[in-house]
């Protein structure tokens, strides 16, 4: 099983709303990555867990809350969001992070429309 | 973090080898370099790496130069399937994650 699922396929939100991403593997990993992608663009790296703690986070505003409550499961928790963080949400994962020469698996993402 | 510069889009014609380059001319000695490829609205696909040999598998070939500091992704026979935007990554050693150039459009045409 090499796959990152991703749910839901879809969202739309409001800006007042809670809800929340949820991405699964399968595959022992201990590295998970979010990134967001806008339209036209590359994915933005916004977190890495490492061993289930958070390693890196770029920045991201505090309406993103991710967590990861074991070592097969992500989630991204969001909160009071805006129009322009209407983007494609993607997960990926890979072997400890440490080890470099190993690929990153992506999901196919969460489209997000934020009304 | 090294960073890589790529051509904005390209084009290829069917059955014919595309050959997509990359420069990453701060790359350290211990980075890898990766290819992604991401097909309209998907998840990127992991097509190849390599440290400093060429490396080949049934997707694609990889060949960097000896002073590291460009790289090469090789599709032998295009297909009208391998219309994506590819992404030339190196591998943050701190760390450890993956950021994504800017990537190349390409357009397999019939």
């Known amino acids: 099983d090499t796959e990152v699922t991703q749910t839901p396929k879809h969202l739309v939100m409001g800006m007042t709303n809670k809800k929340s991403l949820k991405c699964e593997q399968h595959m022992g990993h201990r590295a998970m990555y979010w990134y967001k992608q806008k339209a036209k663009k590359p994915p933005e790296l916004m977190f890495v867990?490492?061993?289930?703690?958070?390693?890196i986070n770029e920045s991201v505003p505090s309406r993103f809350s991710p967590e990861c409550p074991n070592s097969s499961l992500l989630n991204l928790h969001l909160h009071a969001l805006q129009p322009e963080d209407s983007a494609l949400y993607l997960c990926a994962s890979s072997h400890r992070v440490a080890q470099m020469n190993t690929e990153a698996f992506f999901g196919q993402g969460t489209r997000l429309t934020v009304v | 973090d090294a960073k890589t510069t790529q051509p904005t889009s390209m084009d290829c014609a069917e059955g014919r080898a595309a050959n997509l380059p990359c420069n990453h001319s701060t790359i350290s000695g211990n980075e890898y370099v990766y290819w992604y490829r991401q097909i309209h609205s998907q998840g990127p696909q992991y097509i190849i790496h390599g440290l400093k040999n060429n490396e080949t598998n049934e997707m694609a070939s990889l060949i960097i130069t000896e002073d590291r500091k460009s790289s090469t992704l090789i599709l032998p026979h295009a297909t009208l399937r391998d219309t994506a935007v590819y992404y030339c990554i190196v591998r943050a050693y701190t760390g450890n994650q993956f950021y994504f150039g800017t990537g190349t459009s390409l357009t397999v045409i019939p």
């Open positions: 867990y490492s061993y289930e703690k958070l390693s």
